[in-house]
């Protein structure tokens, strides 16, 4: 399985390296030639019409699994460190405010949920099913695209001639594990932007570069030609290829596009001087920009702390994981919200934010290697923007943070990778019940189909979290 996985990796560009390569993405070109998708329908009702309050969505990736006792899901024992400094923040929420503090400060900001449960515990299989939203299935590997490109598929027929941001842009995704899932059998439009937030990328062409640049997009669009005109046997993957090369010209093209991608020093130190915090100023920006970029997933490294995970001189613990979380986070929510548009509205309102794990940790004391091991029965979600109700906290869990005890929703069950999918979608005013009706493998795909591992259940939009 993990094999499977590692052959459909993105290659992972530093911002420097985006720049030479001048592309979109590279990742499409591990595709082989596929159908493209005719159908897209809807499955019928069987789910409410989607709220439409988002126009945009920002999903960090806490990769590896935060420990939801050491965060959102705070459960004080003899295993806490007193530098924790356990506090209650409002009612029935008490935070690790030595690890938190400016989220902890901030609570009416968003929303929590304790009662998450997810399907997988292995790294690899739990990486994609949170963005695909779908059960690893080695037949359907090629032809499964993330909920990035189907967003991205999606918001297709409103961009606008002045659109030059790619739809789809991801930072900071490793090749470890899952590492990150492209388009499928969509078209390669629909793949992400992959970059690594770490050096420099000055998204502007020098002037003496620009004659030698122009000779050579010239020669380039009259080998396009031949695919054109259907003389070529791979057709599809040079026209992939080609439309990697025209989404590159036109950020290049763009003068606000060295802005967009240029975090500051201010803005560096602000937001935590990390790479994750570079990634939420880059989102921020491209969020502002209003350019066509409707989804940014960041995934933030290192939370699969088996071992060491209070020690603070390890390179990476739970303090440094945490705090640069409460540098980024906070700040990116502050920066959306003051944000406003030519009709009044902040971009907050207008961006869904969601924040989780894979999985969550084993509850209680540290094991032996004085870490925490995958724990799929217990995990924790943060909700933010676009209607989200701040101050909200749904589900609870045992005294040791080990087993969901409490639901509050509808649906009285635990909250799955589905459920939070269907919440995205809906927000963005996509049903979440449609199908592509004719796809390689023959049988059809469903955004969300209401079939889990264990059986038929049905998956739908967390609602309570909005007001």
């Not at 950020?251 to 570079?278: M, N, W």
């Not at 997933?297 to 994981?321: E, F, P, V």
Request: proline share 6%; glycine share 10%.
């Amino acid at each position: 399985m993990t094999a499977d996985l590692k052959r459909t990796r993105f290659p992972r560009l530093s911002r420097r390296d985006f720049f030479r390569v001048g592309g979109v993405t590279v990742g499409g070109y591990v595709l082989l030639p596929m159908l493209k998708p005719l159908n897209v329908e809807a499955a019928g009702s069987r789910r409410a019409a989607p709220r439409g309050s988002a126009e945009h969505v920002i999903f960090l990736f806490l990769e590896g699994g935060p420990s939801q006792l050491d965060t959102f899901d705070f459960k004080e024992g003899e295993w806490t460190p007193p530098d924790f400094d356990a506090r209650t923040v409002g009612p029935g929420l008490k935070m690790p405010y030595g690890l938190l503090p400016n989220l902890a400060g901030m609570t009416d900001k968003y929303a929590i949920v304790r009662g998450n449960e997810a399907w997988e515990s292995a790294h690899a299989r739990g990486q994609y099913y949170i963005q695909v939203g779908h059960v690893f299935s080695p037949a359907r590997l090629k032809e499964m695209p993330s909920v990035g490109s189907i967003v991205a598929s999606e918001f297709e027929s409103r961009r606008r001639d002045s659109d030059f941001l790619p739809p789809f842009v991801a930072m900071n995704y490793g090749n470890g594990n899952a590492g990150l899932i492209g388009s499928g059998m969509l078209p390669a439009t629909h793949a992400p932007m992959a970059l690594y937030t770490k050096g420099d990328l000055p998204f502007v062409l020098p002037e003496e570069n620009r004659n030698r640049f122009n000779h050579r997009k010239e020669f380039l669009e009259r080998l396009n030609a031949v695919v054109a005109s259907g003389e070529a046997s791979r057709g599809r993957m040079m026209v992939d290829y080609r439309d990697f090369y025209q989404a590159s010209y036109s950020i290049l093209d763009a003068p606000q596009a060295a802005s967009i991608f240029k975090v500051g020093e201010q803005d560096h130190e602000r937001y935590g001087g990390s790479q994750t915090g570079d990634a939420c100023v880059i989102a921020r920006n491209l969020i502002a920009a209003d350019a066509g970029t409707r989804f940014v997933a960041i995934s933030h490294n290192g939370w699969d702390l088996h071992g060491k995970a209070y020690d603070k001189t390890a390179k990476t613990n739970q303090y440094t994981l945490c705090w640069d979380l409460d540098a980024a986070l906070p700040n990116l929510i502050t920066d959306l919200e003051s944000h406003k548009d030519e009709n009044g509205r902040s971009l907050l309102d207008k961006t869904l934010i969601v924040a989780m794990g894979e999985f969550g940790r084993t509850p209680g004391g540290l094991t032996i290697n004085k870490g925490r091991d995958h724990h799929r029965y217990a995990a924790v979600s943060l909700f933010a923007g676009a209607g989200v109700g701040g101050g909200q906290i749904l589900g609870a869990t045992d005294e040791i943070g080990g087993k969901v005890t409490r639901y509050d929703w509808r649906r009285k069950r635990s909250i799955y990778p589905e459920d939070v999918i269907c919440t995205i979608y809906s927000a963005l005013g996509i049903d979440s019940a449609k199908k592509v009706t004719e796809t390689p493998s023959g049988r059809p795909f469903y955004y969300i189909e209401d079939l889990s591992p264990l059986g038929p259940m049905r998956f739908d939009e967390v609602s309570e979290l909005f007001v």
